[in-house]
């Protein structure tokens, strides 16, 4: 044996003293690399030194012993404070007995040396067995390493053992892998843009890194049996990037190793302002706030999530054999564009990325079926990138693809993707502002960014959860008409964020504006969007009142206007605070949300009666009357009496248009405008009011075959109603034939003079039509409300769906001397709920009249 | 040492904790609770189905002072919860025998 080993004297002393030496020239460089690499070296020569003084005065001596490196010791990355994973490797029987005290030596000097060991000792038989119980072992051969002992033994470990392990066992080594890294990006919220991020753990994190390599590394000993090149297991074009990000985190967990004295690698905001004011990993910049600086490491930690991702999805051992039968039915998805091969998507023709429309209907593909992109379409879409920046889609073209893709059920994947891979700030550069950017907020997870797709996902999830809170708000959403201004809204809501400005709110709003301009949304859609964002908190603020209390109710009711607002807002809010973090939207707050909801529902029903005076100075008066500054007296005659509703549900031009239909009665008393909307039919009515005549129009549609699905009908002062129908054409009639479209205006405009045979053309459309049970049975309810409204008696009709149903309710109403100030029609599925504003002889329904009126719609709507 | 649970509306939070702030009692724990006593719910309908709200939404506070400081923590939080309505919750006391500061055990009134 060598002379003794005071390692109190010497090998204390190298280790402290190489240990400073190494922080220094970390402080001063910030490469993380050469310190890491520079660790690895100090502790195999102190390996070495030990090996000579305790187990053999030759480095490669004894036969069939030799002390390996493995896993991160393996790899040559000894992080300030890592563990040092070391096997002994032997022969086994004798050999081992003989060796055990040395091993015990060994070991212990190391602890001495407060270097956290974790050692193994196994024979090359143990090795090569597969243990399901302990696959980090496996895992942790694949970066072995010689270090001292039997050269020999040690190549048959590494030429023979490992690749036949790895080719047998390659299944269960990924499995393993997989479950790891599901648990592992559980505990980190399963985001790279956690905002006080896990630069080892955490998706994007080194273990990332690792995962990636060791996917590549198996794949390739699966294929070739052996060692294959390095250099050669990702493609060329990705390597130099990942290699880079690599560096990059490698510094960053130096950094927090040294700042910490221990193995944490935690990235909290305290870290990110020091490590920001180093210029860790970003060493040129004139300087850097903890902002600027973490937009870059999510930049890295982004690609190398990615790439892991990807290799993951890649692996076919990953996924269990049910998963790729369903993965093997999407490839049915294929179309003469993409082709899906086990849930990924590539391009059939390469020559197809000239039409610089393919990378949307790509996403949007994506959206709808929830796929992700191979990492060749991913690179091909990178190259494309630069000639999308010359001529990008635009206006009405652009926003059609946006609204489909957000309309999507995998909307928010799409989004992250196109995200990734800066196809979206290019088209919104509006979003450029919150590129992975940080808000210190103790509530918040994740960078604006990812908060703006999580609270997307949260409301498309809506319609698969079982959640007994999470239906109610799913049902509210199939409610909603417009749902893609609902998710664009959610999409630039805190794009202010990113802005230098007081009010975040203010500033979206502002950035919004330009963004819907540029997207050529129609006015009304504008405001929409606009009254989303303006009002994103309120809700929210609101709950710190009492929510049941008749002033809160009324204030809320106030700001929202109208009842679809109020259920977007309210979408929105549930949405926007589920995406704060997992624990925001409590039990607690989702159901104060929805009292509050249907208190102020109920509350804008009520009121709806509630009258326009012309000589009122409003805000939504002072604009119409600056938009008609001609109209004048024309435009208060038309206006004053008309309910306020009536102002909150029109926009500005289409109270234009009426006002000028009604101008038009002179010339016909009948005035009928039919358009196609996006869902529906409009068809409206300008008339003078008279009895039958909400009946009577709700007669001819049914007559027609038609469905109404909602209808609104208002009355001024002066006696001109205003009643817009909304209906489906059940039978494809004006669908398919377009002069009938003049055929159907003009038998609606007999049916109103009286001059056409309504009852006989109701007859002949029952007749013709066959009966078809419901599928959902409704029962009626009626209900009487005689204090919500000063002028008029509201009447609530909660029914089942059927053909001339309306026109059956109208008619009872005016068989009993009921006049319909307001009504407001809607359909839920087979379920329809009208709200009707009556008076008689000018004032409400007396009780017994109620009574009356009850008695014979229930009689009326009992029969067939 | 006293142990103070307030039950308030939800919206006198804001108002509480900024009287308890001005006393100096800084350290506290806010919990949302559903309760009702004498104030009972209601039934709101909507769109044909019933909703009936028989647990109020409320805020819970509970702090732990001194027990001199007991009674100037109830007059405070009296003062900034009262309405003077039915809903405005109750303050209940009780003894602590021990508190301790986890970061250094401290004990008693000190870790308070």
Wanted: with cysteine; aromatic share 8%.
């Amino acid at each position: 044996m060598a002379t003794k080993l005071n390692p109190g004297s010497e090998l204390r002393d190298l280790y402290a003293s190489e240990s400073v030496r190494l922080r220094q020239d970390f402080l001063r460089s910030g490469d993380g690399p050469a310190a890491v690499f520079g660790r690895t070296a100090l502790v195999d020569s102190i390996a070495s030194r030990l090996w000579l003084e305790l187990i053999s005065p030759e480095i490669e001596g004894p036969r069939d012993f030799a002390v390996v490196a493995l896993g991160g010791y393996g790899r040559r990355w000894l992080f300030p404070y890592s563990d040092i994973d070391i096997l002994f490797l032997h022969a086994g029987g004798a050999m081992e007995r003989g060796l055990k005290d040395r091993i015990a030596r060994f070991s212990q000097q190391l602890w001495d040396l407060r270097l956290k060991l974790s050692p193994a000792t196994r024979t090359l038989a143990e090795c090569e067995k597969f243990d399901p119980n302990n696959v980090e072992f496996a895992i942790s051969l694949l970066d072995c390493r010689y270090l001292a002992g039997d050269r020999e033994l040690f190549a048959r470990l590494h030429d023979q053992v490992i690749p036949k392990l790895v080719s047998r066992e390659s299944r269960s080594i990924v499995q393993r892998l997989t479950d790891l890294t599901r648990a592992r990006y559980n505990k980190f919220g399963n985001s790279v843009f956690h905002l006080e991020p896990n630069v080892k753990d955490g998706p994007g994190g080194l273990r990332d890194y690792n995962l990636a390599y060791w996917l590549a590394l198996i794949a390739a000993m699966e294929e070739s049996s052996g060692w294959p090149n390095d250099k050669e297991l990702l493609p060329p074009w990705l390597r130099e990037r990942f290699d880079a990000a690599r560096d990059f985190l490698m510094s960053v967990r130096c950094f927090l190793h040294f700042r910490h004295g221990r193995d944490d690698n935690a990235l909290a905001w305290a870290a990110q302002d020091e490590v920001a004011e180093e210029k860790i990993g970003a060493p040129r910049a004139a300087s850097l706030t903890a902002s600027e600086w973490m937009r870059i490491y999510y930049g890295h930690a982004r690609l190398v999530h990615r790439v892991a991702a990807q290799l993951l999805e890649e692996f076919p051992a990953a996924r269990p054999s049910l998963y790729r039968q369903f993965q093997n039915l999407r490839s049915r998805l294929s179309n003469a564009e993409f082709a899906v091969v086990d849930g990924r998507i590539f391009l059939q023709r390469e020559e197809a990325l000239q039409d610089r429309d393919l990378p949307l209907r790509m996403f949007r593909f994506m959206a709808r079926h929830g796929l992700s992109l191979s990492s060749a379409t991913e690179h091909q879409m990178e190259e494309v990138l630069p000639s999308l920046a010359a001529a990008p889609p635009k206006g009405a073209e652009l926003w059609h693809y946006l609204q489909e893709i957000l309309v999507a059920p995998h909307a928010a994947e799409a989004l992250r993707a196109m995200h990734s891979l800066r196809l979206l700030t290019l088209l919104l550069p509006e979003f450029q502002g919150i590129d992975s950017l940080v808000i210190r907020d103790y509530s918040h997870r994740f960078t604006v960014d990812e908060h703006t797709f999580v609270a997307i996902e949260n409301l498309h999830a809506l319609r698969k959860s079982q959640s007994k809170w999470d239906q109610r708000y799913a049902e509210l959403l199939d409610e909603v008409e417009q749902p893609d201004l609902l998710y664009l809204a959610l999409l630039l809501h805190d794009t202010g964020k990113g802005a230098k400005s007081d009010s975040h709110v203010t500033a979206s709003v502002e950035i919004a504006a330009g963004c819907l301009a540029r997207l050529d949304l129609d006015a009304p859609d504008r405001e929409t969007v606009l009254f989303l964002i303006a009002r994103h908190l309120d809700l929210s603020a609101a709950l710190r009142r009492d929510i049941f209390a008749p002033e809160t109710i009324c204030m809320v009711a106030d700001k929202m206007g109208t009842p679809e607002r109020l259920k977007m807002l309210c979408l929105l809010t549930y949405a926007d605070i589920k995406a704060v973090n997992p624990e925001a939207l409590t039990p607690w707050k989702a159901e104060n949300i929805w009292q509050l909801y249907i208190g102020t529902a109920n509350y804008l029903m009520k009121s709806a009666d509630e009258r326009v005076r012309a000589d009122a100075d409003d805000d939504v008066m002072t604009h119409l009357r600056t938009l008609t500054p001609a109209a004048g007296k024309k435009l208060d005659s038309f206006l004053n009496g008309l309910p306020r509703r009536y102002l909150r549900t029109q926009a500005a031009s289409d109270v234009i248009r009426h006002m000028d239909l009604a101008s038009r009665l002179g010339e016909d008393p009948v005035q009928l405008e039919l358009t196609r909307g996006r869902h529906w039919y409009e068809l409206t009515l300008v008339t003078m009011d008279r009895p039958f005549l909400f009946a009577r129009m709700a007669g001819a549609l049914a007559a027609w075959g038609m469905n109404i699905v909602k209808a609104a009908a208002f009355s001024n002062g002066a006696g001109v109603v205003v009643d817009t129908f909304f209906f489906t054409d059940r039978f494809r009639t004006l669908e398919l034939n377009l002069p009938e479209w003049e055929r159907f205006k003009a038998s609606v405009h007999d049916v109103l003079l009286d001059k056409a045979d309504l009852e006989r053309m109701l007859r002949d459309r029952l007749r013709s039509e066959k009966n078809v049970a419901p599928k959902v049975n409704v029962d009626t309810r009626i209900e009487i409300d005689d204090s919500s409204s000063l002028q008029s008696t509201l009447v609530e009709v909660i029914a089942q769906d059927r053909p001339g149903l309306l026109y059956r309710i109208s008619s009872q109403f005016a068989r009993e001397n009921c006049n319909i100030e307001i009504a407001l029609i809607e359909t839920e599925g087979q379920m329809a709920i009208d709200a009707f504003y009556l008076t008689s002889g000018g004032t409400k329904l007396t009780p017994e009249h109620q009574e009356r009126l009850r008695a014979a719609l229930l009689a009326e709507l009992a029969s067939k | 040492m006293t142990k103070v649970e307030a039950v308030i509306q939800t919206s006198k939070l804001d108002a509480v904790k900024d009287a308890l702030h001005e006393i100096g009692v800084e350290g506290m724990t806010v919990l949302e609770a559903r309760g009702h006593g004498r104030q009972k719910g209601h039934t709101e309908f909507y769109r044909g189905r019933e909703y009936t709200v028989d647990l109020i939404p409320k805020i819970k506070i509970e702090m732990v002072v001194a027990d001199e400081m007991a009674e100037k923590v109830v007059q405070t939080v009296v003062a900034a919860a009262r309405t003077g309505k039915i809903g405005d919750g109750k303050i209940f006391l009780s003894k602590v025998d021990d508190a301790i500061r986890i970061r250094n055990d401290e004990r008693g009134d000190s870790a308070l």
